[in-house]
């Protein structure tokens, strides 16, 4: 259940300044720029440029700058099972187009250092930030770096034999994009929400489990995702609600031992998201219609009716991806979706009851 005080980075205010708009604005700043991230993280995936780049030079910014430069890097590339099993016979400048989206991805996540690192000194030393606080967004920064590793070390498990990243790697990466991302957008609300620091109705307090349970099962829909996109399970059953004329895949549970079946038979794999999917849809419309029968009050009401709004269009984007086979835009554009669901839940739990936002 959502606690009154959200633990991770609800953030303190002894001896803070009454600057809560400025810190608040440069928070909600770095969420968007971690989305951003994800999308061009999903784009990478799509389209098969996530494994151009075969080494991971962290403090290097630039791009090749000269024709020998790039001969170099594509000779490094050639080197790579993605090229000898995929790409074999592709030119510099085919290779260039794969290129310039995974590095995109890569300087995007170095900016994203930049934009936090320098407002949270500037912050820090003009008494911005409280003792508590700095500690705490020092971590989420340090997270922020583990993530760039986690995400070398997914795109290492593709430069070996197979030219295909660990789905378990895979999905961590993503779950970890979102407990960054959630953490940045709760603090953020906290700063500049007014209606997070007023109660939402006498009856809010009782949305606040549902909103809990609904957080929950998105994230265990995304983690399902993240399976089915490492491996490529959205390929099979392009067919709904049925699969392929069943309810249930006859090759459910092939694979051995059995408990292996949900995390690597691909059949199976879809079935659960699908099955998350539809929880998560229900859940969200039945928070929205309980909460048409309590007290609550108007604003509150209307950042409810976000949420069965954000999961129908989630729950839409995924059914079209899954019937017209995995399109880029589609396939991306339901990765976005999942984040802006899961912004819309927790924007609704910061009108359910009084937070204490930093004063």
């Known amino acids: 259940m959502l606690p009154s005080h959200l633990p991770s980075l609800i953030l303190s205010n002894g001896g803070l300044r009454d600057d809560r708009r400025p810190v608040g604005a440069w928070l909600l700043v770095l969420a968007v720029m971690v989305l951003v991230m994800v999308c061009l993280g999903g784009l990478t995936r799509l389209t098969g440029s996530g494994l151009s780049m075969v080494e991971w030079q962290p403090f290097t910014v630039l791009p090749p700058a000269s024709e020998e430069a790039w001969n170099v890097v594509f000779a490094k590339y050639q080197a790579s099972p993605q090229y000898r099993l995929v790409n074999e016979g592709m030119t510099l400048a085919g290779f260039k187009g794969i290129f310039w989206l995974e590095y995109v991805h890569r300087l995007w996540g170095r900016l994203i250092g930049a934009a936090f690192l320098l407002p949270f000194l500037f912050f820090l030393s003009t008494g911005r930030l409280s003792r508590a606080q700095a500690p705490q967004l020092l971590l989420l920064f340090l997270l922020g770096g583990a993530q760039g590793l986690l995400g070398w070390f997914m795109v290492a ?10 789905h378990y790697r895979l999905t961590a990466h993503l779950l970890a994009a979102l407990a960054i991302y959630a953490a940045l957008l709760w603090t953020a609300l906290a700063h500049l929400d007014p209606h997070s620091r007023r109660d939402g109705g006498r009856d809010a307090g009782r949305l606040r489990r549902p909103l809990s349970v609904l957080l929950v099962l998105v994230t265990l829909t995304m983690a399902a995702g ?10 099979i059953y392009n067919s709904f609600p049925l699969m392929n004329g069943d309810w249930f895949p006859g090759e459910a549970f092939d694979m051995t031992p059995r408990w292996v079946n949900f995390f690597e038979n691909h059949a199976l794999v879809q079935f659960d998201h699908r099955l998350l999917a539809m929880l998560t849809w229900a859940a969200a419309v039945a928070s929205w219609l309980r909460s048409r029968r309590l007290e609550i009050d108007r604003a509150l009401r209307r950042r409810l009716l976000l949420v069965p709004l954000a999961a129908t269009l989630q729950a839409g984007l995924g059914i079209s991806t899954l019937l017209a086979m995995v399109p880029v835009g589609l396939a991306a554009a339901h990765q976005a979706c999942a984040f802006l669901l899961v912004s819309a839940i927790l924007w609704a739990a910061h009108g359910v009851r009084r937070v204490g936002a930093p004063s």
Do not use: I, K, M, N
Request: hydrophobic share 45%; charged share 20%.
């Open 157 to 166: 498990s593709g430069l070996a034999d197979r030219p295909e990243v660990s």
């Open 226 to 235: 993240g399976l089915v996109a490492g491996l490529r399970a959205g390929l």
